[in-house]
């Protein structure tokens, strides 16, 4: 029994999965939102780590660095999460920010 024959079709699908595949991960870097959030009430290490847990458990938030000497909370994201939902979610925290 003879192999088939090479038609290029393997190596073809093969790299146009791989260009599919750089693509969409260029376009994941892209799409990614931030916003830095001016929060008041953030005034220790417990803040801190509640805001980074709460706030990153969010579908689609990518990372979040709070800062309690500055009440700086920098929040990057892409869909599904939304800068209404992160926003929400600080005030069912007890720390709205200011806009």
Known sequence: MSAAPDTGLTSANSRWKWNRDRIVR??????????IFKI?????NHCVMTVER???MLDGVQSVK?????????VNWQP???LDVITKRFGELGCA???
Not at 66 to 74: D, F, R
């Open 26 to 35: 260029e376009l994941d870097h892209i799409l990614v939102e931030e916003k």
């Open 40 to 44: 008041p009430s953030i005034s220790c």
């Open 54 to 56: 709460e706030i990153g």
């Open 66 to 74: 709070a800062e309690p000497e500055s009440k700086l909370v920098t």
């Open 80 to 82: 599904p999460a939304t």
């Open 97 to 99: 920010p200011e806009f």
